[in-house]
């Protein structure tokens, strides 16, 4: 790789700068020169010759935008003289045959794992609890109250603690002081009571009522997918009784993931129960004999076959693309070598990649129903007055990724170069070994939240810019797409992937190396940066209206 810019494909027509390329300079990739006509950032892409208006923008060697404008030879493509572009899809046209990796390093090894009565294993131990419904919220809340720090899983508060010592000063009468306090940046490792129980995690939501029926179905099946999800122990479900999300619902798509539930479950219905006292003391008993319940269960080998890996984006910059999501292309690549799963999500960012994972299917049903969720997707964008191309966000449009294509062609290579072996609509549970793709939102959360509910034990998440996304049940697993991101919030990004930008590393070492220190991961060696930041994010995707 130049260590100025870089031809990411030998049709691009566009070449991207890794470091900062000032007006008059000379820059210089596989023996092609070009006088650099205006400041060019780093991240940001400029023209490979003259382009006039109408002409197509390659990268990826794929089609990413068209100029609106005469663009010159070294000069900077932007949202200006550069607007949104793909190339249309079709049926399946040609048979992959992919050659899978090498794994022999990897066949022996094994993770830390629990395992379950209907043979999946979690990377983690959790108890769950949360509503059907909205309306049980506040209940939830209480319970968390009463729980986290008695059993010893409460986060430490070093803001709380510097909000004490303001207070202090304060009716100290040294109000002066204040503005020279420094906060302490120790934290407290909890001692939890249950030592084989990785947390109780309490989630909230705003639906199961309101809203358009259907809307409550999917987010029944999302919870069942959480409690089928192997790194969930067991569960308590707050129910008000007589919402839309009703409990048979729940049982029955339970039931469609497996006949025979074997996890304990408490499901507890206000209206039915009484007196808020009476369901909250009902259901904090039944949590606590869980607990110790699962607190049976202790880790054992398990074989990186039963590793399921949710790939995800988000805050991503130029070199998303080039860096940190091939990396974890290679990684998946390297699973689903070894027996295992991985889903690669966020359809809105699959825009102008369609045809190529289409090719990828292993049959032609997996590739019509790949289109039909695409087609549906956009057009029901395109019915409020929005689009595909208006995906990319402020800090994307920033920092290099100036159309939707652009971000998706880059994006796509989370998903390496395996077979698709499965298309999965939201809350659809993968069951495949290989490569699935999940419909999903691109929004960071919605998407993780998804890719937790279908299976995953693990999640992969890239980002350039920065986001604290994390996860209640599956550990995300932050990687940078740059050096200067891992060093500025290193309390966010797990794994540096900003030496293959610098030159230092390449994609296969690092996505072999993102396999080792997923394996200790999983293996409850390594606690993320989400999670010692108890980062428990969960916003289920809403698709309809309210009523």
Known sequence: MNHKILKIHPKDNVFVALTPLKKGETADCEGTKILITEAVQAKHKFARHDLSAGDEIIMYGNLVGKANTSIK????LTIKNVTHQTSSFSEKQITLNWKAPDVSKWTNKTFMGYYRKDGQVGTANYWLVIPLVFCENRNVEIMK???????????????????CQM??????????DIKDLDISTEITEPQPLFENVDGI????????????????????ALIAGYLHNPNVAGATILSLGCQNAQVSILKEKLNTLHSSFKKPLYILEQQQEGTEQQLVTQAI?????????????ERKPAPLCALTLGLECGGSDGFSGISANPAVGKTSDLIVALGGKAMLAEFPELCGVEQELINRCTNEGIA???????????ASAEAVGSGFDMNPSPGNIKDGLITDAMKSAGAAK?????PVVDVLDYA?????PGLNLLCTPGNDVESTTALAGSGANIILFTTGLGTPTGNPIAPVIKISSNSDLAKRMPDIIDFDAGAIISGTSTIEEAGETLLDFIIDVASGRIKTKARQLGQDDFIPWKRGVSL
């Not at 030879?73 to 900077?76: E, P, R």
């Not at 207070?167 to 002066?176: F, K, P």
């Not at 008993?285 to 269960?297: A, S």
């Not at 039909?372 to 956009?378: G, I, N, Q």
């Open 285 to 297: 008993q039944k949590t606590f004999v869980g607990l110790t319940e699962i607190n049976k269960t």
């Open 167 to 176: 207070v202090a000063l304060y009716r100290q009468g040294r109000e002066n």
């Open 201 to 220: 995690q309490f989630l909230t939501h705003q639906g199961g009522c309101g809203g358009i029926r259907q809307d409550s179905e999917m987010l029944c």
């Open 414 to 418: 989370k998903g390496g170069t395996s």
């Open 428 to 432: 659809e549970y993968a069951t495949k």
């Open 145 to 163: 109250q009463a729980f986290l720090e008695e059993l010893g899983f409460a986060q430490s508060n070093k803001y709380k603690d510097y909000v």
């Open 368 to 378: 019509n129903k790949f289109m039909k969720l695409m087609h549906s997707y956009a």
């Open 73 to 76: 030879k070294g000069a900077v």
